[in-house]
Nanobody
Framework: QVELVESGGGVAQAGDSLVLSCAASGRTLSSYVVGWFRQAPGKEREFVGAITTLGGGRDYADSVKGRFTISRDNAKNLVFLRMNSLKPEDTAVYYC?????????????????WGQGTQVTVSS
């Protein structure tokens, strides 16, 4: 069992940067692929990005590619989502999730563990 807790959300201006953290407890996060998803009001949850267990591979949604970066510190059981050049359309609740393998990494239901989410609001 892995428990995930996101932090770092808040209110930002367009063009600003934020860094979200995903902290794990219960088991070592290094055994898991970690993905980030987001859900805006009235919209379906969408894939943001994912990182492999050792951090050697990453995948990003087209909407955030070049602006968002995922990294991880397995020694500290942490995964980060750095968000640069924020846009109002990035406003959403952001969730981190963990799973064992990288197959269909963009598909939310394949993740076994989810955090409670952290709100990011970007004003224009």
């Amino acid at each position: 069992q892995v428990e995930l807790v996101e932090s770092g959300g808040g209110v930002a201006q367009a063009g600003d940067s934020l860094v979200l953290s995903c902290a794990a407890s219960g088991r070592t996060l290094s055994s898991y692929v970690v993905g980030w998803f987001r859900q805006a009001p009235g919209k379906e949850r969408e894939f943001v990005g994912a990182i492999t267990t050792l951090g050697g591979g990453r995948d990003y949604a087209d909407s955030v590619k070049g602006r968002f970066t995922i990294s991880r510190d397995n020694a500290k059981n942490l995964v980060f989502l750095r968000m640069n050049s924020l846009k109002p359309e990035d406003t959403a609740v952001y969730y981190c999730a963990a799973r064992v393998n990288y197959f269909d990494v963009r598909v939310g239901y394949r993740y076994n563990y989810w955090g409670q989410g952290t709100q990011v609001t970007v004003s224009s």
